[in-house]
């Protein structure tokens, strides 16, 4: 299965997927990685990786519509089959989940449908819960929404901050994203 990736930053979890992949764990090749900052961390990792990458910076576009277009039209010439979002901090509009027509997957770091959006990890400081952890999903037109696939909780410990819940939440994603990937492209979930 040809896989394409965009992501905004520092890339952590693609580094994860890449690893995993390296180690064997699913039957699938990184054909694209993309993103909208010419300086993300994620790029220079998918380079090191051998991995075909762009950069989309808004500056280059007249609208975000034509940004948008220009990054559907590489994902289409490279035939990716599934699409993998890794941190990408924008909303796909469904013009372009129907245009691509294969699945999309998304991780955020709160149990969904809890704290969806920006600083989940800071929401559930603020409210106060006892229990954090993160969300493997299908990715339809809203936000942070669609089915999900994986989900692990972690404990919100007595004097976290946003810092040490987040560090706490990303070690699990670093697993459960590979593992989300390996059941969508061994066809266990569709
Ligand atoms: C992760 O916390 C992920 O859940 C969220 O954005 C962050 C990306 O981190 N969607 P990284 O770029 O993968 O390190």
Not at 163 to 189: C, D, F, N, S
Request: hydrophobic share 40%.
């Amino acid at each position: 299965m040809r896989i394409g990736v965009l992501a905004s930053g520092r890339g952590s979890n693609l580094q994860a997927l890449i690893e995993a992949w390296q180690e064997g764990k699913f039957p699938a090749e990184f054909v694209a990685v993309g993103s909208d900052h010419a300086e993300a961390l994620a790029l220079k990792r998918a380079e090191k990786a051998n991995i075909p990458q762009r950069a989309f910076p808004l500056k280059d576009y007249s609208t975000r519509g034509e940004q948008e277009q220009a990054i559907l039209d590489w994902l289409k010439e490279s035939q990716v089959e599934l699409l993998v979002l890794a941190g990408f901090m924008r909303v796909l509009s469904s013009d372009f989940l129907s245009a691509l027509n294969c699945p999309v997957l998304n991780i955020h770091p709160s149990l969904l449908p809890s704290f969806p959006g920006l600083h989940a990890q800071r929401q559930a400081i603020e409210y106060g819960v006892k229990v954090a952890g993160c969300t493997v999903h299908f990715v339809d037109e809203g936000l942070d929404s669609g089915p999900i696939i994986l989900q692990e909780a972690v404990p919100v410990e007595p004097g976290d901050t946003e810092e040490t819940l987040t560090e706490r939440i990303l070690k699990v994603e670093h697993k459960l994203y590979p593992e989300a990937v390996r059941l969508v492209t061994t066809g266990q979930i569709k």
